[in-house]
């Protein structure tokens, strides 16, 4: 089925910017932090300190203008200061498998959105397999980590940026 936003209305495929506004936790936002030694921040992380947030946008190559569950998908920051924008899941320590953002993008995504309770979730398909891992939040230093939690999903409402 059609993934739709805040106010009822289809997710454009590479269009608009959307706000992920957590179900559960009610405050926090999108950011980006630093791990180890890193020279710029590259993990994805929910800062309940840091809200609305950073801005996502949903891809396919698909030409069609909608974002259906069943899509495998690219899920990018916009607007960047960064070369690096595009989500992607690599091992991290002590997170495991944990979203990250690459200056590499392949043509099909490896997530998917999905209806999950009040709202949605990003599931991970490796190799964009059959079988999804969702992915959920891991609490340390203060921020939630995005990474592989199954069974456990982040829930989030999509809204657009402009519905201010």
Known sequence: SVVLDTKGQPVRNAADAYYLEPVARGDGGLALAKVGNEAEPKAVVLDPNHRPGLTVRFETPLRINIIKESFFL?????????????????QQYPEGLAVKVTDTKSLVG??????????????????????????GLVHRNEKYYLAVKDGEPFVFKIRKATDE
Not at 75 to 81: A, D, E, L
Not at 112 to 129: L, N, S
Request: net charge negative; no cysteine.
């Open 74 to 90: 690219n899920i990018k920051f916009v607007p960047s200061s960064s070369e690096s924008e595009v989500w992607e899941v690599r």
């Open 110 to 135: 490896p997530f998917r959105v999905e209806k999950e309770g009040e709202g949605y979730k990003i599931v991970y398909y490796p190799d964009r397999g059959e079988t999804g891992l969702d992915i």
